[in-house]
């Protein structure tokens, strides 16, 4: 039996232009999904998901494993079709499983692309962000140039931050959102390129705002990056009002996070979190606070993923990661 666990992750900058090679950053958050998992005799519990049986069944080819010997068991503190990164962690972790116990753990790039694979179960095509922060940890720099290979990289951070995480009352796909703004890209390529230029822009900027804890800074770019997202047509009247509760609350930034729709909205309140995250639940919205950039993070690193990041930065110059 093997026990694994991965962390959720909220988009900072750059969700769905990273789609289009656009680089984007997001961080873990406290809340994790764990994974029991065992190989035996007898048949696994059967999920009633298609998309669990297909992510189980691509999990298992990667080992030569038959999926129907493999039993799971999942707890999860991660909110599901919130955006937050649940199938991601929920595809780490079981990788991580059956790499141990068929004793052939995949070295931290070849997880990356694999957990890309068993992650698609669930939205189609993914870039790949939500497993490289589910299985790296901290605050992430993620970049996939149209057509190349995957780059991921733990950012510096100055100072850590708080965080406040919002659930709307709306679930949704990710892939609903994400497909509905392929068709409007297609119909005006020009118009939604200009967009993910400026978003590229916002997150070049964010990088340097948490490189010198300039929060100020960081929540104005947050700010700007919602009203893209909601030019994209990717935002809900729920996450509007929800974004401005949160900045009357006292919020530096508040935007959407993950592929919209619905979902979740991501605070950024490094002094005023309690105060923001009340406020939301006092118009009915679930939050909770979670903090970004402690060196406590590093717990999620086993003892050699220090080196693993380091590779896949010095990977990540050679554009070679995956
Ligand atoms: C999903 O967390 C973020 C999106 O950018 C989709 C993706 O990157 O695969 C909307």
Redo the contacts with the bound molecule.
């Keep these: 039996m093997a026990v694994r666990s991965a962390p959720g992750?909220v988009?900072l900058l750059g969700?769905?232009t990273?789609?289009y090679g656009r680089p984007?950053i997001a961080a873990s958050i406290r809340p994790r999904l764990e994974l029991t998992v065992a190989v035996g005799e007898a048949p696994g519990i059967e999920s009633g998901d298609p998309r669990v049986r297909t992510a189980l069944e691509t999990a298992a080819a990667i080992y030569g494993i038959d999926p129907r010997r493999i039993g799971i068991g999942v707890e999860s503190e991660i909110p599901i079709g919130c955006?937050l990164?649940s199938s991601a962690a929920f595809s780490v972790a079981l990788l991580r499983s059956l790499g141990e116990l068929a004793g052939r753990p995949l070295e931290e790039l070849e997880l990356l692309r694999r957990a890309t694979e068993v992650e698609n179960a669930f939205?189609g095509t993914?870039?790949?962000?939500?497993v490289a922060v589910a299985s790296l940890g901290g605050v992430i720099w993620f970049e996939r140039p149209s057509g190349g290979l995957p780059r991921a990289s733990r950012l510096p951070v100055h100072d850590a931050f708080d965080l406040v995480v919002a659930l709307s009352d709306e679930r949704r796909s990710?892939a609903g959102?994400?497909g509905r703004l392929r068709e409007r890209v297609r119909t005006h390529p020009g118009l939604y390129h200009q967009f993910f230029d400026l978003a590229a822009n916002l997150v070049h900027a964010g990088r340097g705002a948490l490189g010198t804890g300039d929060f100020e800074t960081l929540g104005c770019l947050m700010d700007a990056a919602h009203g893209l997202l909601n030019s994209m047509g990717v935002s809900t009247p729920t996450l509007e009002r929800m974004t401005t509760i949160a900045r009357r609350a006292g919020a530096l930034g508040a935007k959407l996070t993950?592929?919209g729709g619905g979902g979740a909205i991501v605070a950024l309140a490094p002094e005023t979190a309690h105060d923001v995250a009340e406020a939301l639940r006092a118009e009915g919205f679930e939050a909770f606070v979670t903090r970004v950039g402690e060196p406590a993070e590093e717990a999620d690193a086993t003892e050699d993923s220090e080196i693993r990041v380091e590779e896949i930065e010095h990977a990540g110059d050679e554009r070679a990661v995956g």
């Design positions: 992750k988009i969700e769905h990273v789609v984007a955006g990164g939205h993914s870039s790949g962000i939500d990710t959102p994400v993950g592929a």
